[in-house]
């Protein structure tokens, strides 16, 4: 039985097969509502359930109203009434899977790898500034990754990708690839792109690897001649994770276009510059971010930490706060 989900408040409705998310029913449809893992736990597409019923993956049968349910994982059993944080109409999400070439790999620190790949000749990945691909492994599972470089280099992808003691991917895959491996890979995933419609100053919170989807909109945004005010802030434990370093002070060079500020939370002892969470130093400098829009990427526990503090001590607006967290690949994880 297919059911209808309907969005409170608007003319938007939508089809949904009982098996089927509600994510993934809307996406069908042609809309967009915020998500980031699809796993449950980054709770960016969180929403509340105003009417019906929604089988909730992890948690159980939800009956409406409720706030906090996560339509990533949330399953129709009746016709039901939602109000995501945002819904917008896009065209329909056109992925392609495809076999790419690893052209060169580098390791700008020892825990980060940097891989750029190349896509069949001939073949360009259609994708916005900031969204994800899936890399396929050998049994069907996968993991995802940021692209971090911009739409307009479209002959191939780069990834940075970060070394998980025991990780599948990073501690097994990673050490055996070479130039030439072949990799199947799926894009494009996420919803992490930089507002079109909006001119607020921009200030984007990244943590470790957080940084790739961010290169790749700060990129295309200076591309576009974008005139937006950027502030980048970018979090690491030592000097030697902030392992593109030349990168965003190059953009800091060019006066009025791009801010940079590093901030370690365990420098040694002849760092100079900024210290602690990454997310309080942008609270130290800005005491007022009611204008502004904040694009946060990392740790779960960073992007909830900024969301928190930044809308109940700063004033951001919550719409105005986009997230992409960083959680484990595989099969879903649940917080229940």
């Not at 990799?183 to 690897?209: H, K, Q, W």
Request: charge should be negative.
């Amino acid at each position: 039985m297919t059911y209808t989900v309907t969005v409170t408040g608007t003319d938007i409705s939508f089809p949904c097969e009982p098996d089927e998310s509600v994510l993934d029913a809307a996406e069908r449809s042609g809309y967009a509502i915020p998500y980031s893992c699809r796993k449950g736990v980054c709770s960016s597409c969180e929403g509340a359930l105003d009417a019906g019923c929604l089988d909730v993956r992890g948690w159980g049968m939800s009956q409406g109203p409720q706030s906090g349910v996560l339509f990533c994982q949330a399953r129709p059993s009746t016709d039901t009434s939602i109000t995501p944080k945002r819904i917008t109409q896009q065209d329909r999400v056109i992925r392609k899977t495809l076999t790419a070439k690893v052209h060169r790999i580098t390791r700008p620190s020892p825990d980060v790898t940097v891989v750029q790949l190349r896509l069949p000749t001939g073949v360009r990945a259609k994708f916005a500034a900031g969204q994800y691909l899936k890399v396929f492994l050998d049994d069907g599972d996968s993991r995802n990754y940021s692209m971090a470089n911009p739409p307009h280099e479209n002959d191939g992808v780069q990834l940075h990708i970060r070394r998980v003691q025991g990780g599948r991917f990073s501690d097994e895959v990673l050490g055996g690839l070479e130039k030439g491996t072949r990799l199947r890979i799926e894009l494009p995933y996420g919803e992490f792109s930089l507002n079109p419609d909006s001119d607020r100053p921009v200030i984007f919170v990244a943590s470790g690897t957080g940084f790739a989807p961010v290169k790749s909109i700060i990129e295309d945004h200076l591309k576009r001649g974008g005139e937006r005010s950027v502030h980048l802030y970018w979090g690491a434990r030592g000097q030697g994770d902030i392992y593109l370093p030349e990168l965003p002070e190059k953009w800091a060079s060019d006066p009025g276009r791009v801010s940079f500020t590093p901030v370690l939370s365990h420098p040694a002892e002849d760092w100079t510059g900024r210290t602690g969470l990454v997310h309080r130093a942008v609270l130290e400098d800005y005491a007022n971010l009611s204008d502004h829009e904040v694009y946060a990427c990392g740790s779960p526990a960073m992007t909830s930490a900024a969301r928190e503090d930044f809308v109940h001590e700063a004033g951001l607006a919550p719409d105005n706060f986009y997230c992409d967290a960083f959680v484990p690949s595989g099969e879903p994880v649940v917080t229940a």
